[in-house]
């Protein structure tokens, strides 16, 4: 086995990106990073998908320590009844300890998870994966017409609905202490569409 040190393997392009950060970012900040340094209190929960093209900060113009992001493939949030644990502490914290007063769970377009959920029972699989997005199966069902953007969008709807089985989430909402807005994201645009539960319908948020 060769020497191995990690550091060394990362892509120059990122230790350059660091470098840069230290220099501009952190050198024109420090009164914000030193604020940072003793504690968070974001007032939005962010829930959206692992891609790397959909990143929360960035759409919405948000600064350091405004979001708390939980990000997994395809935006799931299981039932309460799966007892999973990362999602539900990271739902807990947020909203019992931190207490956000929004959550956005966000989909977004030419989702990979949504494409395997596509797939699910058609081609092979990676068990976990197929595992996984199998949390996201009433949205097959929910969706009028079964197109990536339809089921994504559906995903959503359906995700939120899971958001209201944990009693923290359910409690701070009909308390009127917590909103859930659900949200789609078009890459190619760079758009944020939200969703009306009133209309039923897609809105461009801005
Ligand atoms: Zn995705």
């Known amino acids: 086995m060769p020497d191995h040190n990690d550091s060394n393997d990362l892509p120059d392009s990122l230790r350059e990106g660091h470098m840069r950060f230290l220099q501009n970012d952190y050198a024109n900040n420090r009164e914000l990073y030193a604020h940072l340094a003793d504690g968070q209190s974001p007032k939005v929960m962010w829930i959206g998908c ?10 919405l113009g948000a600064e350091l320590g405004d ?30 300890q931190l207490k956000v007063s929004h959550v ?10 949504m494409k395997a959920l596509l797939q699910l029972g058609k081609v092979p699989m990676d068990r976990m994966l197929s595992s ?67 209309s039923k319908t897609w809105n461009y948020m801005v």
């Open 50 to 59: 692992a891609d790397s093209r959909v990143p929360a900060e960035r759409i």
């Open 67 to 96: 979001l708390f992001l939980l990000r997994n493939v395809a935006n799931i949030v299981p039932p309460l009844a799966a007892d999973e644990a990362s999602v539900g502490s990271a739902l807990h914290f947020a909203v019992d």
């Open 104 to 113: 956005v769970i966000c989909g977004h377009s030419d989702c990979g998870g």
């Open 132 to 198: 996984w997005v199998e949390y996201a199966i009433p949205a097959l069902e929910d969706c009028e017409v079964q197109s990536l953007e339809g089921v994504a969008k559906a995903n959503v709807i359906s995700q939120s609905e899971h958001l209201l089985e944990y009693p923290c989430v359910k409690d701070a909402v009909a308390e009127g202490r917590l909103a859930i807005h659900a949200c789609y994201y078009e890459i190619g645009i760079g758009r944020l569409e939200q969703y009306d539960a009133v």
